[in-house]
């Protein structure tokens, strides 16, 4: 029981899946492709708050798994390209919904 408090595998794929899904829709300043219509993005991006609500839900993550995870998405976003303000805005977006 002890160990499974410090098992934060599922939050880490998470995290990365999380990160793919942002880099589709924010993709970094280098990687900048064709325009999404606002209608598509605002879909796709409600749709990705939604995955990470029920992802909430489902897993009851400690402080631990938490950190994990919200440490995963900014280096993650980091490797990608993205600028601090757009990670640090997008990790304190998503806090309150873990």
């Keep these: 029981m002890v160990l499974d408090w410090f098992n934060a595998g599922e939050a880490v794929l998470f995290a990365q899946e999380i990160v793919r899904a942002i880099n589709r829709l924010f993709p970094p300043a280098d990687q900048k492709g064709k325009p999404i219509p606002a209608k598509e993005y605002k879909k796709k991006f409600e749709s990705l708050i939604a995955r990470i609500r029920t992802f909430s839900l489902k897993h009851k993550?400690?402080?631990y798994k938490k950190a994990k995870l919200l440490n995963t998405i900014k280096w993650?976003?980091?490797?990608a390209g993205h600028e601090e303000v757009t990670i640090n805005e997008f990790i304190s977006f998503i806090t309150p919904l873990l």
């Design 61 to 63: 993550l400690n402080i």
């Design 76 to 79: 993650e976003m980091k490797d």
